[in-house]
Structures are given as C-alpha cells and as structure tokens.
C-alpha cells in the first residue's frame, strides 16, 4: 500500500509541488516580505516541478499512466502528449517565476508568487485530467488564479478586465458544466477515456448538441472569435509575467482541454477524424478567428493588444488542426502551441522591459527603446520573425505542417481545405505588416535621430529579467535547429494521446 501510494505521488509531483511551494511562499512572506526570497523559492520549487514533468514524459511515452484511486474511473491519465503540454506549462512557469523578481515591485509580492504557482498546479492538473469532473475542476481552478492576477495591480483598468473575463469566463464554465452533466446523464460516466465508446450509439442531435456546448464552453477560455473580446484588455491590464502565462500557455491549454474532449467523445477511428459537419463547423470558426483578430491587431497603437490579438489569430491557426483532427493535423497543432507558446512569452516579457522602463505601453513613445535595451531588442526582434514564420525558426515548420493539413482535408471538405490553406497563407503575410513593419521597425530598428525622449535614459538593469529574457532566446533557437527531431517526438505523443482517449 505504501508503495502505491509512493507511486501515485510521484506521478502526480507536477501538481503536488506547486501547491506545497505555494504555502511556502505564504508561510514565508507573512514572516518577511522579500522578492528575491520569495521569487528564489517559486523559482526553486518549478524546477523540481520540470524535473518530474520530464520524468513523466519519458515514462509515459513507453506506457501510459492511469490512475483511479479505486474510484472505478481514470481521474488521472498521463498518456505522452499530457506529459509534454506539463512539462512545457512548468518550463514556461520556471522562467516566468524567475522574471518577476526582477520585474514586480515589492507590493503584495506574496500574493503574486502564491497565485503563480496554483496557477501552474492547475496548468498540469488540466494536462493530467482523465475525467471531465476533474478537467472541468482543475480549469476552474486555473481560471481563479487568472481572474486575480488580471486585477493584481487594483487600478480601475484591471479591475474592469478581470471582471469582463470573469463574466464570460463563468459563461463558459456553465457551458461546459450543462454539458457535463448531459455526458453523464446518458452515458452513466465522465470517464475520457470510456465516453467513446459509451456515448457511440446515441442521435447525431444529441452529438451536435454536445458539440456546440463543449466547442463554445472551452472556446471562451480559449478566446476563440467572436468569445476574444476578454483576452486584449486582460492582457493590458495585467503584470506582462502574467500576459506572457495568459498567451503563453493558459489559452493553450484550453484549447488542449478541448482536444481531450472532442477526441473522446467525438472522435472516428474509422476516418481517423470527426463527422464532415463538425469539421466544417470548426473551420469556418479557425477562418474568422485567424482573419478578423489578425487584421485587428494592424491598427492597434497599444504594445500588449497587438500582442493579444496576435494571440488569438494563432488561436485561429491552432483551431485548424483541431478542427481537421487527423493525426498530423493534431500533431501540427501541438507543434504551433509549443512554438507560439515560447515565442510569444518572449515577446512579452521584453514588451513588460521596454513598458517598465518607458513607463507607457503605446508604441510610438516606446520607439527605439531596442537599440537601448540592446539584449531585449534583439531577443524582441527574433521572436517577432518567429512569430511571423521567417525560415528556417521553427514556426514557419508548424505553419507549413497546418497548411498541409488543410490541404489534405479537401478530400474530406472539398474547397474548403484549399480554402483555409490560403487564408493561413495570405494572414501570415499580414502578420509580417505588425511583426515587422510596426513592432520590429518601431522598437528595434530606429535611426538615433527618432528615438523617442522617453526612452532616451532606458537602460537594462536587472539580471533575473535579462536572464528570463535570453533563456527563452536559447529555447527558440534549440527548438528551432531541432524542428524534425522535436517534430517525431510530439508525433509519437499524439499516438499515445490517441490511444488513451479515441
């Protein structure tokens, strides 16, 4: 029994640690409030956290791990792709964690820290989940955190965003919750695992009807169109650590979150994807949400809601594996989640830089604040030619792979595939107009002459932030010299994926 219960620790160390770190940090900020001490010991606990998440990486892709706690159902299911979304939520987490020391005031640094990592409990808690009760649960969890740390700074404009995220966030989660119930009402279990096959004989009404809820319910959360209207103000309102989580991974995994349960319930081992109808359904979604938020995102004059409308174009491109849903197309999903996910931390953690010391988030008064801030200019610009899919960085890899995916599926949908390769296309051009022509051309590339006076004294003073920053510079460039080989391995984890929930 002792052995068990050893076994079912470790294994669940990705969830457990952040939550003993987090009492830490408040045990420890209540005795003496200090960034330093408390941001070492966050920072300290996560690495041990990524520690285990790799463990259960390297573990799962062999064996997938399913525990019930003699319950009758999997509450647990650490299959390879749920090890790699853990791993990469700790990671990103880690050199958040490390970043806000430099970055925060001494101000309710306790509250920060604490809400940080029950923020990245929930992240794995989500990733791990093998029962809708428990997904649903943990994504509540991880919604708190976010609500709070939207309002950290208590300003009029923070309080405002947190409340219209927590409006539709709760809309969402009443969504998923109806739809919960319906699942357990009719099949008699929440267990992903087992819905497949227990719900396979029901009325197609009954699937489209589930379909709608779950796509909406998990799609507020995921700032789909036209359910994004929350993420720009959140992520103007809120410290740039916590922009950088929101875009970086917490969108991210609800939209994995919605992969658990659209393969689950909804997914054809015959045809190796979903019915034509919710296909289509879905594309038409990925169309608008990677056009509309894109072309949006071309006007915006305030740093962070250009970087939070480019968040949700790539939420757009992300839906469109889903939405095509055969292995590859899955696989190429991943792959853009984990690319824009770096990416696009990066990018704000040096806008958090360039805001701290221009003490302004609007674009023109920060101009050639990068040829200052040299380190973060440079790291700025090549997560800007990242994003925009330059070759040979690694998201022009997961952008082709979505472009092949789309194309493949016009056997499936006919023009549409063609369609939707073009609109990728064609929005990835556009993209290069605010990548490059505004922010890089903007914040980097400057002549002496038109430097803006409040940026004339910025200077980088802190060694955390600037660790943070080229740590992620480093993860860009490994990720995208090792493109194929990081390519096989989220492939060999959609296949565990699969054989765990389809």
Excluded at 72 to 93: E, K, N, P, V, Y
Excluded at 157 to 169: R, V
Aim: glycine content about 6%; overall charge neutral.
């Amino acid at each position: 029994m002792s052995e068990l219960v050893f076994l079912i620790s470790k294994y669940l160390f990705p969830i457990i640690i952040p939550l003993i770190t987090a009492i830490i940090v408040l045990i420890t900020g209540k005795c003496r409030e200090n960034k330093a001490i408390l941001g070492a010991i966050s920072t300290g606990g996560l690495f041990l956290v990524v520690f285990f998440s790799l463990c259960n990486l390297i573990e799962s892709l062999t064996t997938p791990i399913l525990l019930d706690f003699h319950t009758g159902g999997t509450i647990i299911a650490i299959d390879g792709l749920s090890a790699l979304i853990s791993l990469f939520s700790s990671i990103l987490g880690t050199i958040i964690s490390l970043y806000s020391i430099g970055y925060l005031e001494e101000k309710r640094i306790t509250e920060y820290y604490f809400l940080l990592l029950l923020m990245i409990s929930a992240l794995n808690g989500v990733a791990y989940s093998g029962d809708l009760i428990t997904l649903f649960v943990f994504t509540e969890f991880l919604a708190i955190t976010a609500y709070i740390l939207v309002a950290f700074y208590r300003n009029k404009e923070s309080i405002e965003s947190s409340f219209k995220y927590i409006i539709m966030g709760s809309i969402g989660a009443a969504l998923v919750l109806f739809a919960l119930s319906f699942v357990y009402i009719i099949a008699g279990t929440t267990n992903l695992t087992e819905l497949n096959s227990a719900l396979n004989d029901q009325p197609l009404t009954i699937y489209y009807f589930l379909f709608i809820m779950f796509v909406l319910g998990f799609g507020v959360k995921a700032a789909i169109f036209p359910l994004h209207t929350w993420l720009p103000d959140a992520h103007s309102a809120a410290p740039s650590g916590v922009s950088a989580m929101l875009s970086g991974i917490v969108i991210e995994i609800e939209m994995f979150a919605l992969i658990k349960v659209l393969v689950s319930i909804f997914y054809n081992e015959i045809l190796l994807s979903f019915d034509n109808i919710m296909v289509i359904f879905l594309l038409i979604i990925s169309a608008l949400t990677i056009t509309i938020p894109n072309l949006t995102a071309l006007v915006q004059e305030d740093i962070k809601r250009m970087l939070a409308y480019s968040s949700v174009y790539n939420i757009g491109l992300m839906m469109v594996g889903i939405a095509i849903g055969t292995p590859f197309a899955l696989a190429a999903t991943i792959f853009h989640i984990l690319n824009h996910g770096i990416s696009k931390a990066t990018m704000f953690i040096c806008a958090g830089s360039f805001i701290k010391e221009g003490k302004t988030r609007e674009i023109k008064k920060l101009m050639g604040i990068g040829t200052k801030m040299k380190v973060a200019g440079m790291i700025f610009a090549l997560s800007a030619f990242y994003l925009a899919a330059f070759p040979p960085l690694a998201m022009f890899w997961s952008k082709l792979f979505l472009i092949e995916a789309a194309i493949g599926s016009s056997q499936q949908v006919g023009w549409m595939g063609i369609m939707l390769a073009i609109i990728i296309v064609v929005n990835t051009v556009i993209s290069i107009g605010y990548y490059y022509g505004v922010l890089v051309k903007n914040i980097v590339i400057v002549p002496e002459n038109q430097i803006s006076e409040e940026v004339h004294n910025a200077l980088e003073k802190n060694n955390t932030i600037l660790a943070s920053e080229v740590t992620l510079f480093i993860i860009m460039l490994l990720v995208s010299i090792m493109s194929l080989f990081i390519w096989g391995i989220i492939c060999k984890c959609v296949d565990s994926f699969l054989s765990v929930y389809s």
